[in-house]
């Protein structure tokens, strides 16, 4: 009888046994102390770039506030403006100067003088004659023209 071969254990690793550089495993080691400080790097990156996206975020806001101010400030000047138009075209004076300015109206003791000029015939516009009318077309002419979107040729245009 033959022995049979025995299977070497995972605890007879002998010195003349080599493994594969690529099977051997090797853990990182690893502290508990590291593996705090890594997780206290990443929720602190995490932080700060929360809060930089706060300051850019803050600064737009600021930034959007002013130009409302700024419009808010032009919209009550430009009312501020319209107001004083409304009370001053409201008012008599404007009333009496548009009156006597463009309403050619006279005030008590004034005389109004309407220049008239004389033109040189030259430079009379000459209106021009009006265009001849032409005759009416036929109305079958007229309904050819709508049913069939061409005129008739030649030949029937003379016919009665």
Known sequence: MDPQPTQPSPSDSGAGEKRPRGLRSRRLPLSN???ILLALLMVGGR???DFSQRIVEGQQKLAEE????AEIEALLEEQQALEEAKSYYSSPAF???WAHDQGKMVREGET???PLYEWPE???AVTPAPPEESPPLPSWLIWWTLFF???PSFGMLHAP
């Open 47 to 49: 932080l700060i770039i």
């Open 95 to 97: 009333v009496e100067d």
């Open 122 to 124: 030259e430079q009379l």
């Open 112 to 114: 109004l003088v309407i």
């Open 33 to 35: 102390a590291q593996i």
């Open 66 to 69: 002013r130009q409302l101010e």
């Open 149 to 151: 979107d061409n005129p």
